[in-house]
């Protein structure tokens, strides 16, 4: 049997909708106008340097039922408004419209003045000053916190060294153990010499990392992607979605040289946090100092954080209220993908909503 | 099955350039010392002696006569005329122009081919700079003289970055590796295609599976120890480069008197100090307030709203008296 068996008339199809797909896409690539970049409306409560602390408004007639207020952290990496990308595949309007109260830090673009701000900083300077903020505007001595990819792990370090300000922890898709077999990213990193790139490089550049993800599966991203791309293209709604999520992909800040390298230092190359070996500032960060109730949320088909990665923090916690939630997508999916507004979000809350008072 | 492609040329046309741009450099700057210690020009004839120079120069790699006034518009047209006819020629050896062939027959000749040229990076011996380095022998000489300490500084960078371009040589190598295998893997398929795989009947569904197949092989490379090795190699001869080239860039910056790296991370890291004791002060001084049970000052906004409805008040009990007063 030939591997190859062309037909004419199929070609023809082909290339006839091809054609008129790529002439109409490009009619519509010139109509697009501005791309957005996240929908739901929010006030800025706090700033520092280029921090800045979202507090997000629900939709009219929507009712905030959970009273205990929520922090949603990103991770340095690519900017938060993937949570909230587009109207129907929105995290953050999902968890406002189950009744959260939702705050979310927003990191802005690191430069040469945040050359060396460490993970101290960020942790124990950065986001436990918004958690008081929080704690203050509601009155409530404990909040929720929810952390994505690497926001995850900071969420989680944190809750460690701040057990007493954190009512529930959720996780998504968060790697904690940085040395599981499929980890082809901490793979690639284990050799390089980190004190000499940072030195070298001062901060790193966010285009740097963009070419770091991409190169994972360069046929498709570099290639495959942008030759398919043409399927959507003459449908102005499906092209501007996929023109949002390039725009998303490519809008990488710098990373802050000092906490850069500590965090692949200490987390990929040395896998302290599993080891419970690792020290930020002068906190020790034990996992099993967390004994509040925790929810972790991963994807079954995630390239970037393979599952084993996030299910060692079940083995890790102090806490005996700990679930996992499986979501059947990548890494992104879980955010983006038409079936992601309608379990994740609805499930998170009702977990939250359950575990606060 | 035979390929017709003839191994590549280029590669060795390039080392030969290369060659001769810098035996031509070196001959008529011995040429200039030479002319300067036997006077041949009038001192102070700096100019005259510079373009001789750089005219000999220009000669030995055109292989003209210094006479021609357009020596530098004529190596520019040979370089880029020489290198499209290469370009030309390789195009149509890949193509095999003229010759009608079946679409597994095309695909598997190409399949050859891409695995002749992706072998001959694969079984050089190297990076080219390991065969013929032509500043390495002035890079290794011990500065002299006043600019001594320029000297090495620059010596060092080139040597940074000669190991580079040899350790990225190793990566990329293997690249041209997983290029071959892919390749290989692409070509087994469709040879011998799966039981169960449904033929490809469109240029769509062919690329895709060629995307699939090739994805898998370079998953597969990316992960493992060898790629780990060559990639962590680069990424510190990068980081080494790097880090003398930033040193080179802060001292001409210093030399125009304007603020060098080093002095602005210096500037940044004692900012960043300040800001941690600053933030420290700040906690402790809460703590302290709240130990003492000092209530917290009202924030500015809610202060004015208040003194406002204070007002508002004052004004309402005024108007009744003054009503009072009219009765």
């Given at each position: 049997m030939s591997a190859i068996d062309l037909k004419a008339d199929k070609i023809a199809e082909e290339a006839a909708v091809y054609g008129q797909k790529l002439a109409a896409g490009i009619q519509n690539m010139k109509e697009m106008g501005e791309i957005s970049s996240g929908v739901t409306p929010y006030e800025v409560v706090y700033t520092e340097d280029k921090l800045r602390l979202f507090h997000y408004k629900a939709c009219e007639g929507t009712k905030t039922t959970n009273k205990t207020p929520m922090l949603v952290v990103y991770a340095l990496?690519?900017?938060?408004y993937m949570t909230d990308i587009q109207e129907d595949r929105s995290t953050i309007k999902g968890l406002l419209d189950n009744g959260q109260d939702v705050y979310l830090i927003d990191w802005g673009y690191a430069d040469r003045a945040d050359r060396f701000l460490d993970l101290d900083y960020y942790l124990n300077g950065y986001i436990d000053r918004c958690v008081d903020v929080i704690r203050e505007r509601s009155g409530k001595e404990k909040i929720n916190i929810l952390g994505v990819c690497q926001g995850g792990t900071f969420s989680t370090c944190y809750t460690a060294m701040h057990q007493d300000k954190i009512n529930a922890l959720v996780t998504m898709v968060t790697p904690i153990d940085f040395k599981t077999p499929r980890n082809v990213l901490s793979k690639w990193v284990q050799k390089v010499d980190m004190d000499a790139l940072v030195d070298a490089m001062g901060n790193i550049s966010g285009d740097d990392l963009n070419d770091t993800f991409v190169n994972m599966s360069p046929y498709s991203l570099k290639l495959a992607k942008y030759i398919n791309m043409v399927d959507v293209m003459d449908n102005p709604e499906a092209l501007k979605n996929f023109m949002r999520m390039e725009q998303w992909i490519f809008d990488s800040p710098n990373q802050a040289g000092e906490a850069y390298k500590e965090f692949l230092k200490y987390f990929f190359q040395e896998n302290r946090l599993v080891n419970d070996e690792l020290t930020i500032g002068e906190y020790d960060v034990r996992?099993?100092?967390?004994?509040c109730p925790v929810l972790n949320v991963y994807a079954s088909k995630d390239h970037l954080v393979p599952p084993p990665a996030s299910l060692a923090l079940a083995d890790k916690v102090g806490s005996k209220d700990y679930e996992e939630f499986e979501f059947k997508g990548g890494h992104i999916g879980i955010y983006v993908s038409s079936r992601a507004p309608k379990e994740v979000p609805p499930t998170i809350s009702k977990w939250l909503s359950s575990k606060s008072k | 099955m035979t390929a017709s492609f003839n191994k590549s040329t280029t590669s060795q046309e390039w080392m030969d350039m290369q060659k001769r741009y810098m035996e031509s450099l070196i001959n008529a700057q011995n040429t200039f010392a030479n002319n300067s210690m036997n006077n041949k020009?009038?001192?102070?004839n700096y100019q005259r002696r510079t373009d001789d120079m750089f005219q000999q120069w220009q000669a030995g790699m055109m292989g003209g006569g210094m006479n021609n006034p357009n020596f530098a518009a004529d190596m520019f047209q040979q370089q880029f005329s020489n290198a499209g006819r290469e370009f030309m020629d390789s195009m149509n050896r890949f193509n095999g122009s003229g010759q009608m062939k079946t679409p597994d027959q095309l695909a598997m000749e190409w399949g050859a081919k891409m695995h002749d040229m992706l072998g001959e990076i694969m079984n050089s011996n190297g990076c080219p700079l390991n065969s013929f380095d032509p500043l390495d022998f002035l890079a290794s000489i011990p500065g002299l003289g006043a600019s001594r300490e320029k000297q090495e500084m620059l010596a060092e960078l080139y040597k940074r970055w000669s190991y580079f371009q040899q350790v990225s040589f190793v990566y990329y190598q293997g690249m041209a590796k997983i290029g071959m295998e892919a390749n290989m893997a692409w070509s087994d398929y469709l040879i011998n295609p799966p039981e169960d795989a449904e033929p490809l009947e469109t240029p769509r569904e062919i690329f895709n599976m060629w995307v699939r197949i090739s994805e898998k092989v370079y998953s597969k490379y990316a992960a493992s120890e060898e790629y780990m090795n060559a990639y962590g190699n680069m990424i510190n001869a990068y980081s080494a480069y790097k880090s003398q080239l930033n040193k080179v860039a802060d001292s001409v910056m210093d030399q125009f008197n304007l603020p060098t790296r080093t002095e602005l991370d210096s500037v940044h890291k004692y900012v960043t100090q300040l800001k941690k004791d600053n933030a420290a002060m700040k906690k402790e001084l809460k703590e302290i307030k709240a130990a003492l049970g000092l209530k917290k000052k009202a924030p500015a906004k809610e202060a004015a709203k208040k003194t406002v409805a204070a007002k508002a008040t004052t004004a309402k009990k005024t108007n009744t008296t003054a009503k009072k007063g009219k009765k």
């Open positions: 990496v690519n900017r938060p996992l099993k100092n967390i004994t | 020009y009038p001192f102070g």
